[in-house]
């Protein structure tokens, strides 16, 4: 069936560094995709969205890029702080009927080192 | 907080309890939402309410009962769980009940023993 996957559970990262999390995504007819963060005793928060119409989308200290070729999404966050330490999730967009539904990934756990 | 209000944040409930969680969201939006999330698992939609009206129910047991009086608020009626259905569960809202960009509440967190 249809999946939204990220290619691995934690990433740990020094404070200062780039991060890129990765996400690749199953069904082509997908137009609209979400990145979330979830910090821990909290619900996920957005982050950033991009349409299937767009490659590249940024934001504060966040880009995402989509290849729609291989079906794959990133999110990178420039000069990454503490406070970035989150479970990070894609999701993307079933359409259907009159309602759409989010399809999640499993999520990445990003470690900041200090 | 978000927009979108989740009571209570912790309970823990035996299996033969009956208990509801509540939803409550000032966004005016027009959909919400019923996601479980458990331990290293991809978050499971359970239930889909656009304009009050239930348009998905993701094969969820029966003893998870929701209801949506009105386009505010969102309950999960609890009753006779099993201990498998400890997880924590998620409230969301969207404008156009088309899935663009959920705002989440901060969720329940629920122990059955």
């Known amino acids: 069936g249809e999946s939204v996957g990220l290619h691995l559970p934690t990433l740990s990262v020094q404070e200062g560094d780039n991060s890129i999390i990765n996400c690749a995504y199953s069904?082509?007819?997908?137009?609209?995709f979400i990145w979330y963060k979830q910090e821990s005793g909290k619900g996920p928060q957005f982050i950033i969205d991009?349409?299937?119409?767009?490659d590249k989308r940024q934001g504060q200290r966040v880009t995402v890029l989509l290849n729609k070729t291989v079906k794959h999404l990133s999110l990178q966050i420039a000069a990454t702080q503490p406070g970035d330490s989150a479970v990070y999730f894609c999701a993307e967009n079933t359409r259907s009927s009159n309602t759409g539904k989010l399809i999640f990934g499993q999520g990445t756990t990003l470690q900041v080192k200090p | 907080e978000t927009g979108v209000t989740q009571t209570p944040r912790h309970l823990v409930m035996g299996m033969t309890n009956k208990k509801s969680l509540k939803c409550e969201q000032h966004?005016?939006?027009?959909?919400m939402y019923w996601y479980k999330q458990s331990a290293k698992k991809p978050l499971e939609l359970m239930f889909v309410y656009s304009l009050e009206e239930r348009v998905e129910n993701n094969s969820v047991p029966s003893r998870f009962s929701p209801e949506c009086p009105n386009s505010s608020h969102l309950f999960l009626h609890l009753h006779t769980l099993q201990p498998e259905d400890s997880a924590l569960y998620l409230c969301a809202s969207s404008q156009t009940g088309g899935g663009d960009g959920y705002t989440f509440g901060s969720g329940t967190r629920l122990t059955v023993v």
């Open positions: 966004l005016g939006h027009n959909a």
């Open positions: 069904n082509s007819a997908s137009d609209y």
């Open positions: 991009i349409r299937s119409n767009m």
